[in-house]
Structure formats: C-alpha cells, structure tokens
Nanobody
Framework: VQLQASGGGLVQPGGSLRLSCTASGFTSNSYTIGWFRQAPGKEREFVAG????????GYADSVKGRFTISRDMAENTLYLQLDSLKPEDTAVYFCAAQENPGGRTWYRTGDYDYWGQGTLVTVSS
C-alpha cells in the first residue's frame, strides 16, 4: 500500500487549506484511512478518519466543526479540508491506512498498518 500526502503550506490564522492523500495497493475493499498530525516536540495525534467503503467518519475534538474529511472513491483520494485554522494547528500532517480494521480503533497510531510521508501545514501571520 502506498499513500502520498500533499497540499500543505503557509496560511494565516483563520485561513483554509485542503490536503490530499492518494492511496493505492489495497488488497481488500475494507480499510480505514486517517489523518494524523505531529507538531514539533509533540506526539503524533489523530485528526480524522474515514471507513472507506461506508463513509463513516470520526474527528478529534480539537478539530470538530473546523476540519472535514472526505473521499473520492473513483480517484482513490482522501481529502482533509482545514478551515478556521489556528496557530496550534501547525504540524506535519500524515495520512495512514489500516486494512481489514476489525475491532481496531481509528485514533491510535499503532492501529495503522501503512503511513505516507507528511505534508507541513504552518499557520502564522
């Protein structure tokens, strides 16, 4: 499985960005793809996730109402719309995938099988 994240950049507080993650190589049609982020000096944390085939979504409390996760199934692309950005949203954002999730959570980094490289989001005036 390969994951490729893109779309990061520098944005002012209150601004918006859209991150993309292209996914390929899955051997089943049951998987979850999630977004995580890691700020300097902090642990990697869950941001949002989606059960690919059914579209169920989940969000961290810190981003609910500001970030929106979505997917384009035809293009095998995951999106994360970031609105009302705050300086504390500054981090490297990663997409990750878990095949055949079963009972695994979508908020623990250890529950994911594959990781893409990150894309840096900087929120600053």
């Amino acid at each position: 499985v390969q994951l490729q994240a893109s779309g990061g950049g520098l944005v002012q507080p209150g601004g918006s960005l859209r991150l993309s993650c292209t996914a390929s190589g899955f051997t089943s049609n049951s998987y979850t793809i999630g977004w995580f982020r890691q700020a300097p000096g902090k642990e990697r944390e869950f941001v949002a996730g989606i059960r690919w085939s059914v579209g169920n979504t989940g969000y961290a409390d810190s981003v609910k109402g500001r970030f929106t996760i979505s997917r384009d199934m035809a293009e095998n692309t995951l999106y994360l719309q970031l609105d009302s950005l705050k300086p504390e949203d500054t981090a490297v954002y990663f997409c990750a995938a878990q095949e055949n999730p079963g009972g695994r959570t979508w908020y623990r980094t250890g529950d994911y099988d594959y990781w893409g490289q990150g894309t840096l989001v900087t929120v600053s005036s």
